[in-house]
């Protein structure tokens, strides 16, 4: 029973189905057209479609270029006697497939910590914004948030921690999982390493150590709640604004862009109320958070999220006028297709970091790569 599990397991990629999905969506030319949704999320993110791009696998193995050439040879036995696990090593090479055309390499950056740095500039967070632009500036490992975040959360000295100590990879996970409100179950999406009792602390340590966070998502609720409340008003929190006016409440972010909710009204009572509003995330019309009710964590996730698109928009933008061809963009990363020896990560870098006149104090930087297949090797060009 134990080995009919195992190799259950093991025939289970889901990223070996990537590579038929690849396959079906190109075209005659080998080229996929379509495969992205402008808008595709509530705050104006792209989503994917046909083979989702945003979900590719990243390699595990050690020599990518290897196995590629093993896999590429179409001998099962083959690849079966270099790799013990030959359909895991099959996905491993499904973002390698895509490829720049003959003649022309694929160069691309992505932004560092982008929500995590904007969380920081719209809630005011200066001490996280500090250490962001030392960082940017020295490149010292131990001057990242996340080992600062994790120097905090254990109460000991700036400089303690370093990339490789256990304890930023602490931080970090403490950042992606409390920085919307989120708690236990949060935490538990990026790991099962610790008691529910230790990550109890680490909530009350992060947010200790982020006030100014913690008190943006009431601020962010209670400015939601009085839009609903006094339909018509402005009501200004910090970067962004909310006007309830018709059957939509709108936010509106820094750059002007606005995020529409329908059907807002207030639920609760006298002693606790949130904003309910309709969402169609399902594919239909209902009551949003199945009826709970907005609350900080979601408005500030909105905002963050809407402010990140926004700047990855301007950016791309910027990088196409430039004369660099776009075929590729996941999350905060912008791919193009360019004639071999056209620009560099230098530039690239530069006009996916050039800050917009409603963002100048907010710290951007980006790493950079080139190369002939779209397999995110390590970045050596970084600029804030």
């Not at 008190?215 to 929190?237: E, I, N």
């Amino acid at each position: 029973m134990r080995r009919v599990l195992e190799l259950r397991l093991r025939g289970a990629q889901a990223a070996t189905k990537k590579i038929n999905a690849l396959l079906a969506r190109a075209g005659a030319d080998d080229r996929i057209r379509g495969g992205f949704r402008y808008h595709g999320t509530a705050t104006g993110r792209w989503s994917g479609e046909g083979f989702q791009a945003q979900n590719l696998k990243r390699p595990v193995v050690n020599d990518l270029d290897a196995a590629i050439a093993a896999v590429a040879t179409g001998d099962y036995q083959h690849v079966r006697s270099l790799y013990p696990r030959p359909l895991a090593v099959v996905g491993d090479c499904s973002r390698a497939m895509i490829c720049a055309a003959p003649g022309k390499v694929l160069i691309g950056a992505d932004f560092s910590s982008i929500e995590s740095r904007v969380l920081a500039w719209v809630a005011g967070e200066e001490w996280k914004l500090d250490h962001y632009r030392r960082f940017d500036a020295t490149r010292d490992p131990r001057d990242e948030p996340y080992c600062e975040t994790a120097c905090r959360i254990f109460r000991v000295p700036s400089g303690t921690f370093s990339k490789d100590c256990p304890e930023r990879s602490i931080g970090k996970t403490c950042d992606l999982a409390f920085g919307y409100a989120g708690g236990i179950k949060a935490f538990r999406k990026f790991s099962d390493a610790f008691t529910d009792d230790e990550v109890k602390q680490f909530n009350k340590d992060w947010r200790a150590a982020h006030p100014n966070i913690k008190k943006l998502w009431y601020r962010l609720d209670r400015a939601a709640w009085t839009a609903v409340q006094q339909r018509g008003r402005v009501v200004r929190c910090g970067v962004v604004t909310f006007k309830c006016e018709g059957i939509f409440l709108q936010l509106t972010l820094p750059s002007g862009r606005k995020l529409s909710y329908p059907q807002p009204r207030i639920i609760g009572d006298e002693h606790e109320q949130h904003v309910l509003f309709a969402d169609n995330a399902a594919g239909q019309f209902s009551d949003c958070r199945h009826g709970q009710g907005a609350y900080g964590g979601l408005w500030t996730e909105n905002v963050v999220s809407g402010i990140a698109r926004d700047l990855l928009a301007d950016a791309m933008l910027r990088i196409e006028a430039a004369g660099y061809f776009i075929v590729l963009h996941v999350h905060d990363e912008v791919v193009a297709e360019v004639p071999e020896g056209f620009g560099s990560t230098d530039e690239f870098v530069r006009l996916m970091t050039r800050k917009p006149v409603w963002a100048l104090e907010l710290p951007i930087a980006a790493k950079a790569w080139v190369d002939k297949r779209y397999n995110k090797r390590e970045a050596p060009s970084y600029t804030g």
